[in-house]
C-alpha cells in the first residue's frame, strides 16, 4: 500500500517569532505529518529603543511613536517588535550611532539573528520533540551564511540542504536555499548555472525522482510562483500609473530542472507576493506566498499518496 503523507509547509517568516510560534502548532492543528520550514529565517532590521532621560523608553516603530516604562510595558513593545520580524535593541542616547561610526552594527546585527534562531530552535525541540513530530529546515538567500553551525547543531530537527532526507517509504526530499542573482546582493546567491549544477546534483541522488520534493526556495521563472515589485538601479519601486509595476524574478534553471526531473511537487518561497500553485508538466510547484510583517502566516497543506499528490491547499492564519 503506498505511503500517505500531509506535509505542513511554510517560509520566509523573516525573523517574526509570532509566525514561528504559529509554525510550530500548526502541525498538530493540522494534523501534519511533516513540518517543512523554508528559507529565509533571518530578520531584516534593527528597531532601537531609545532610554529617554526621566527613565522611560522611546522608540517609532511602524509609523507609530511609543513610549513606554521599564518592565512589562518595555517588554511588550519589544515583542510587538519581535513579532514583527525586527530586532528590539535597547540603547541610551547616541549609543547606536557610535556602533554606527565604529562599524559595528553588522557584528551587532548578527548577534541578535542568533540569539533569535537559537530561541527558535529551543522552542522547536520544546513542542515537538514530544510529539516526533519531524521538522526540516534551511536557510534562504537573506541568511548570513555564519547561522548555518546554529542550524548543524540544532537540538531537534533537521539541516536539509544539500540532503536526501526520506519522509515516508515511498518519498524523498532535496532542499536548495540559494537564490538567483537578486538587486540587493543577498547572502547566497547563485548564478544560473550554479544553481542548474547544484539542483541536478541533487536530483542525480535520488532513488526515484518521480516521487521525490523538491523544497527550492527560488520558484521556476514565468509561472505566476514569481511576480515580483520592480526595482530601479537605486531600489526603489517601480511605479507605473500609480500602481507598483511587477516582472517575473524567477529562476530559469529551476524551471529546466523542473520540466526536466519532472518531480511530484515543488516546495518554493522567495517572492512573498507571488502566492500560488501552478503546474510544470506533472510537477506540482507551490508558494504559500509570506505576510510575515503582520504576524500572519502564510502555509501549504501536501498530503502525498505514492505517485500522486492526493490533496493541496493554501492556507493562512
Known amino acids: 500500500m503506498a505511503s500517505r503523507t500531509k506535509i505542513f509547509f511554510a517560509t520566509d517568516l523573516h525573523g517574526s517569532s509570532k509566525c514561528f510560534r504559529k509554525f510550530l502548532n500548526a502541525g498538530p492543528f493540522y494534523g501534519a505529518d511533516v513540518l517543512v520550514l523554508g528559507a529565509d529565517l533571518a530578520g531584516k532590521a534593527i528597531q532601537t529603543i531609545v532610554r529617554s532621560p526621566n527613565g522611560r523608553w522611546r522608540c517609532r516603530f511602524i509609523g507609530t511613536d511609543h513610549e513606554v516604562a521599564e518592565g512589562s510595558e518595555l517588554a511588550g513593545l519589544e515583542k510587538l517588535i519581535e513579532d514583527h520580524g ?30 533569535r534562531l537559537t530561541s527558535w530552535l529551543q522552542l522547536a525541540d520544546e513542542r ?91 520558484p ?59 503546474r510544470l508538466g506533472r510537477t506540482l510547484a507551490i508558494n504559500p506566498g509570506s505576510d510575515y510583517s503582520t504576524g500572519a502566516l502564510n502555509g501549504a497543506l501536501l498530503t502525498l499518496e505514492g505517485d500522486k499528490i492526493a490533496a493541496h491547499q493554501l492556507v493562512r492564519g
Request: charged share 25%; hydrophobic share 40%.
Open 86 to 115: 525586527y530586532y528590539p535593541l535597547r540603547v541610551d542616547p547616541g549609543e547606536f550611532e557610535a556602533l554606527r561610526a565604529d562599524d559595528r552594527v553588522d557584528a551587532v546585527f548578527l548577534d541578535l539573528m542568533r540569539q
Open 220 to 278: 521556476p521563472i514565468r509561472t505566476g510562483l514569481d511576480d515580483a515589485p520592480v526595482v530601479d538601479e537605486n531600489l526603489r519601486v517601480v511605479q507605473v500609473m500609480g500602481q507598483v509595476k511587477f516582472a517575473p524574478a524567477g529562476s530559469t534553471a529551476v524551471r529546466e530542472v523542473l520540466t526536466d526531473v519532472q518531480p511530484l511537487l515543488g516546495l518554493h518561497g522567495h517572492i512573498h507576493e507571488s502566492t500560488g500553485v501552478r
Open 128 to 218: 515537538l520533540r514530544p510529539l516526533g513530530l519531524p521538522l526540516y529546515f534551511m536557510l534562504g538567500n537573506d541568511d548570513p551564511v555564519a547561522l548555518r553551525p546554529l542550524l548543524d547543531g540544532a537540538p531537534y530537527g533537521t539541516h536539509a540542504e544539500g540532503l536526501v532526507v526520506q519522509l515516508d517509504d515511498d518519498h524523498e526530499m532535496v532542499s536548495w536555499g540559494y537564490s538567483n542573482i537578486t538587486p540587493w546582493r543577498s547572502h547566497r546567491e547563485q548564478t544560473e548555472e550554479e544553481l542548474d549544477a547544484s539542483l541536478r546534483g541533487l536530483a542525480a541522488k535520488l532513488q526515484d525522482p518521480a516521487r521525490a520534493v523538491f523544497n527550492v526556495h527560488v
